[in-house]
């Protein structure tokens, strides 16, 4: 009878055991599956950040194929895809997002910006139209901006561009494309005010600095804007206002501009002596 007893104690204490190893084995692959996921995400936002377009198509297109049913992974795909300049393949795949389960109206608003830069307009405004009014996020509000720009409906665009500054810390971007909106409906003194609050935010941005200059020649202000600049980027901006002046007919302000351009550049400037020679009558 001892023996009996001793036997099923001994029973009980290897099964005991044996479910003790195997609770430690489940923890142990769950905390494993737990690293391996958030090992997985780390490189998906990676790719997203800083990794080469094609590259992170080749992931995520392979990342898809293992896991179809993965939203994150249909997207990463489809905004590898806008990044490479892959439009006709991206469009799609964000359309497969959109009709996903999980899908947000932040996804709507990126298949918006999609069709946005594949240049189909009425399509991105008939996706916007399905986002509800409640969803008020800076993405939504600078497209809507655009469509808004696109259609001459200044009141809206206006409206939609101080929406969209409000609602992000970097507004630098939608300052320079409300600025360029205002250089395009004839009020430069508007639009050089815009290009100014742009370089508050990011003096590095360029393409403020260029627009500003066209800004400042449109009204007949040929010096250039106190901003920081290279001695690179202040040859460029002196050739455009040198440009600016001379579709104004202000030919002899664009040719000292070009040469003064010429002489700032600190490499050869070919672009701007290629213009200086045809306004010369010589060949470029």
Not at 157 to 164: K, P, R
Not at 183 to 203: I, K, M, N, S, V
Request: net charge neutral; glycine share 6%.
């Amino acid at each position: 009878m001892r023996q009996i007893i001793l036997i099923a104690l001994l029973s009980g204490s290897v099964f005991a055991l044996s479910a003790c190893e195997g609770s430690k084995q489940a923890n142990v692959t769950r905390a494993i599956d737990a690293v391996n996921a958030v090992d997985q995400k780390n490189v998906a936002e990676l790719m997203l950040a800083s990794g080469n377009p094609d590259e992170a198509v080749a992931y995520f297109a392979d990342q898809v194929e293992r896991n179809p049913d993965d939203i994150a992974n249909l997207r990463g795909l489809a905004r590898s895809l806008v990044r490479a300049g892959r439009l006709a393949e991206a469009i799609p795949t964000w359309r497969k997002v959109v009709q996903h389960p999980e899908a947000t109206n932040d996804d709507k608003v990126m298949l918006a910006e999609a069709h946005i830069r594949a240049n189909d307009w009425a399509q991105a405004e008939a996706v916007l139209n399905t986002v509800p009014p409640t969803h008020e996020t800076f993405d939504r509000y600078r497209l809507e901006a655009m469509i808004a720009d696109g259609k001459k409906d200044w009141k809206k665009a206006d409206h939609f561009y101080e929406t969209a500054a409000g609602l992000t810390t970097r507004p630098s971007g939608v300052f320079n494309n409300w600025g360029f909106s205002k250089l395009t409906r004839g009020a430069p003194r508007e639009a050089e005010q815009l290009f100014t609050q742009a370089l508050q935010h990011d003096p590095h941005l360029f393409t403020a600095k260029n627009n500003m200059a066209l800004a400042r020649a449109a009204q007949g202000n040929y010096s250039l804007p106190l901003v920081r600049m290279s001695q690179q980027e202040r040859a460029m901006l002196l050739h455009t206002m040198a440009i600016a002046a001379i579709r104004k007919g202000d030919v002899n302000v664009g040719r000292t501009l070009l040469q003064e351009a010429i002489d700032t550049h600190p490499q050869h400037y070919d672009e701007a002596v290629r213009a200086l020679r045809a306004l010369e009558g010589g060949r470029g």
